[in-house]
């Protein structure tokens, strides 16, 4: 039997407060991000607009020239979650928003595509509709990965619902960002029921949001000394997602540490820049040594 592939693990900064935690001037973030040792930025068509000043020949010009890779954003409703812009929308007005933010992403030429999808008061039946129809518009661009994020708020706001999308559509692939699961289900989802189900899901994920939370909050402040359980809880997961990804024949992992600005921090005085980064460090750290360590995944 051949070698399996160790992918290579790209970790990418959200600009999702970066510039008031950092710049708004997209040359001196995009060169700090690339000292910092980022592979690339997460941003959705609304960040890549602001931060460039609606000059998109700039914005392709810094990301080059500072060597950073970029994974779109798509928001089929409620973009970037701006407070009192969520809206009661169809399906087919979710899938007609998709088809638009899909074609109006690709000219950045992303590697991968992350889209914020459906909402959370739909029937299953008008899930499974949404679903069937976003994967035929993301099959329109072969060449991109897209996947939907696991998201309070959105058609994947919890596991059982994810799970049965998933054994309805084989090629539905999904972004982890299971600290939303924790506050939705108010609970560690670590009884063998819930790892039963985790084990399923974790096998469609093509992106992790590293970002631990605790059942009442989607975010802490210092992972290893606020929430030392779901911490381990979630490395645990996100190492499941690894072991998947080289059983599938990956060749790049990709992850975000996606700390985020009130209302995610509990204060203004919480140092976000610094978290993630620190996030993005640890990161590395436990991949190196999950490979390390897991040497027999390899042969």
Request: glycine share 4%.
């Amino acid at each position: 039997m051949p070698a399996l592939c160790v992918p290579q693990i790209k970790v990418f900064r959200t600009i999702w407060g970066a510039e008031t935690q950092f710049s708004c001037d997209i040359n001196i973030l995009f060169n700090e991000l690339h000292r910092l040792g980022f592979n690339g930025i997460e941003a959705s068509l609304n960040d890549i607009h602001r931060i460039s000043k609606n000059n998109d020949e700039l914005f392709m010009e810094v990301l080059l020239k500072n060597k950073l890779e970029l994974i779109a954003i798509c928001y089929t409703n409620w973009a970037d979650f701006e407070p009192g812009s969520w809206e009661d929308l169809s399906v087919d007005e979710h899938i007609n928003n998709l088809d638009k933010q899909l074609e109006q992403v690709m000219k950045y030429n992303p590697i991968h595509i992350n889209i914020h999808g459906g909402q959370d008061n739909w029937t299953t039946e008008q899930h499974e509709k949404f679903f069937q129809e976003a994967l035929v518009l993301q099959a329109k661009y072969p060449n991109v990965s897209s996947s939907h994020e696991t998201h309070r708020g959105r058609s994947l706001f919890n596991p059982s619902i994810t799970l049965h999308l998933i054994s309805r559509f084989p090629n539905l692939r999904l972004t982890a960002d299971f600290s939303h699961w924790l506050v939705v289900c108010e609970r560690l989802l670590d009884h063998p029921s819930d790892m039963e189900r985790m084990r399923k899901i974790i096998s469609r994920v093509d992106h992790i949001h590293a970002r631990v939370g605790t059942v009442q909050h989607a975010q802490v402040t210092d992972p290893l000394i606020d929430a030392p359980k779901e911490t381990q809880l979630m490395q645990n997961w996100w190492q499941m997602i690894w072991t998947e990804q080289i059983k599938q024949g990956k060749t790049i992992t990709t992850l975000t540490p996606e700390y985020g600005p009130i209302p995610y921090a509990i204060s203004n005085d919480v140092d976000v820049w610094s978290l993630t980064n620190r996030e993005m460090e640890r990161q590395r750290k436990n991949y190196q040594e999950w490979i390390n360590q897991n040497q027999d995944l390899k042969n």
